[in-house]
Nanobody
Framework: QLQFTESGGGLVQPGGSLRLSCAAS????????MGWFRQAPGKERDVVAR????????YYADSVKGRFTISRDNAKNTVYLQMNSLKPEDTAVYYC???????????WGQGTQVTVSS
């Protein structure tokens, strides 16, 4: 079973950028679609972006479309989330996970905190 370690979060001003990384352990990473999810205080965890196993197909939530880019490197068992033009409402803990039938499917890592504030 894959396990995930997220990194790259931090404090950034509105309009700034961050690049999140998710390193997966296990030999089956390249077989799975992957997703980035986020959970803000007091809210449910929601999908932000998804990418197919090959990287050829992506999906973005409307709230991040045009600002965030998901990518993956199967040789490095890593999925990335490039976040540009960050807004205070992007503040959340960000997680990655495998995606099966459109939903997260696997154990959650510790996530990485993203705080957008001036």
């Amino acid at each position: 079973q894959l396990q995930f370690t997220e990194s790259g979060g931090g404090l950034v001003q509105p309009g700034g950028s961050l690049r999140l990384s998710c390193a997966a352990s296990g030999r089956t990473f390249s077989s799975y679609a992957m997703g980035w999810f986020r959970q803000a205080p007091g809210k449910e965890r929601d999908v932000v972006a998804r990418i197919s196993w090959s990287g050829g197909s992506t999906y973005y939530a409307d709230s991040v479309k045009g600002r965030f880019t998901i990518s993956r490197d199967n040789a490095k068992n890593t999925v990335y989330l490039q976040m540009n033009s960050l807004k205070p409402e992007d503040t959340a803990v960000y997680y990655c996970n495998t995606v099966v039938a459109g939903t997260a499917h696997g154990p959650w890592g510790q996530g990485t905190q993203v705080t957008v504030s001036s």
